[in-house]
């Protein structure tokens, strides 16, 4: 049990453009889901945590309006890169806990590269 | 904020040597300290956690240790493996509302050459 999927797990696209990446908890109801940036080699860095039916608390530093998490359902969390650049291009982790729990499963990652 | 240093960043080891990793955590509030596993381009994996109402555990080939008193923990990974090979994270987490929020570690990148 506990397993949380992503998708894409890859995309490319254009400067400006808008991307959506999911977060779904497949077969448990997700209270929290983490996001975490990774640059190459480097360690996870938490952008925001989102609770289910409230706003995503965001870490300092992170745009809120340029990273939009929604974690509308129980299941699902998305967070959608607005307006794209080359510098966001990363590998974008999301991880998802149940209630009161302490442990997280992470999602497989979606890579994104932006030209 | 928790603060939470680990080292070393690269442990090159031969096989069947042991490998020890360490993290110290700033905040006394961090109750839980996961480790994850992570291969390249692949997701973090869970291999052990402790609480901090224990300063002990092992799990076959791999231990965690921490003391609260001095704030740190460490990894053990016995009779190392090629297959050990990968990057580790340690993490300490606050427990904030109902969550518990994670700081991680910069990770080691652990080589077990055969």
């Known amino acids: 049990g506990a397993v949380v999927s992503q998708h894409p797990s890859w995309v490319i696209c254009k400067s400006g453009t808008s991307v959506k990446i999911e977060c779904r908890s497949l077969d448990f109801q997700a209270t929290t889901m983490f996001w975490y940036r990774q640059f190459p080699k480097q360690s996870l860095m938490l952008m925001a945590t989102?609770?289910?039916?409230?706003?995503?608390?965001?870490e300092q530093g992170v745009e809120k309006d340029k990273f939009l998490i929604n974690h509308a359902s129980l299941t699902l969390s998305t967070l959608t890169v607005t307006s794209a650049h080359p510098e966001d291009s990363s590998f974008y982790i999301c991880?998802?806990?149940?209630?009161?729990?302490?442990?997280?499963?992470f999602g497989p990652g979606t890579r994104l590269t932006v030209l | 904020g928790e603060n939470v240093e680990q080292h070393p960043s690269t442990l090159s080891v031969q096989e069947g040597d042991s490998a020890v990793i360490k993290c110290t955590y700033s905040d006394s509030a961090s109750n839980y300290f996961p480790w994850y596993k992570q291969e390249l381009g692949k997701r973090p994996q869970l291999i052990i956690d402790i609480r901090s109402n224990v300063g002990e555990k092992k799990d076959q080939r791999i231990a965690v240790t921490l003391n609260k008193t001095a704030k740190h923990f460490s990894l053990h990974i016995t009779e190392t493996q090629p297959e050990d090979s990968a990057v580790y994270f340690c993490?300490?987490?606050?427990?904030?509302?109902?969550?518990?929020?994670?700081?991680f570690g910069r990770g080691t990148s652990l080589i077990v050459h055969p």
């Open positions: 989102s609770n289910e039916g409230s706003k995503a608390t965001y």
């Open positions: 993490a300490a987490s606050i427990r904030s509302g109902g969550s518990y929020i994670p700081t």
């Open positions: 991880s998802a806990t149940r209630r009161e729990s302490d442990t997280q499963y």
